[in-house]
Nanobody, 116 residues
Framework: QVQLVEFGGGLVQPGGSLRLSCSAS????????MAWYRQAPGKQRELVAQ???????TYADSVKGRFTVSRDNANNTVWLQMNNLEPEDTAVYYC??????????WGQGTQVTVSS
C-alpha cells in the first residue's frame, strides 16, 4: 500500500501564491504517476495536474500558465506551485498516486482558500 500526506494549504489573497507538497510512503516503488486533484463545494473532484515517473506533465486548462507540478522520485515527493491564485481556485486539494497492481492512493486533502 501507498500512503500520502499533503502539506501547504491555507488562506491567500487573489493574485497570491501557495506551494503544496505531498509525501508518499509505503510501497512507493509501485507508483507510476502522481497528481493533484481538487474539489470545490458542490462540484465534482477534478484533475488539476499530473506528473509521470519520467516527468511528463498534464494540466487542467484552468490552471495552465499559473500552476506547476514537479516531482522528486528519489524522495517520493510531489509539489504543486500555485501562482496568481483566483477565488475560483478555492477547493480542497488532494494528492493522488497511480499504483501498479492496485487502486490509486489518496491523501487526506488540504484546504486552499483564495479570498480578500
Amino acid at each position: 500500500q501507498v500512503q500520502l500526506v499533503e502539506f501547504g494549504g491555507g488562506l491567500v489573497q487573489p493574485g497570491g501564491s501557495l506551494r503544496l507538497s505531498c509525501s508518499a510512503s509505503g510501497k512507493t516503488f509501485n507508483i507510476y504517476a502522481m497528481a493533484w486533484y481538487r474539489q470545490a463545494p458542490g462540484k465534482q473532484r477534478e484533475l488539476v495536474a499530473q506528473v509521470t515517473s519520467v516527468g511528463r506533465t498534464t494540466y487542467a486548462d484552468s490552471v495552465k500558465g499559473r500552476f506547476t507540478v514537479s516531482r522528486d522520485n528519489a524522495n517520493n515527493t510531489v509539489w504543486l506551485q500555485m501562482n496568481n491564485l483566483e477565488p475560483e481556485d478555492t477547493a480542497v486539494y488532494y494528492c493522488n498516486a497511480g499504483v501498479r497492481y492496485g487502486p490509486p492512493a489518496w491523501g487526506q486533502g488540504t484546504q486552499v482558500t483564495v479570498s480578500s
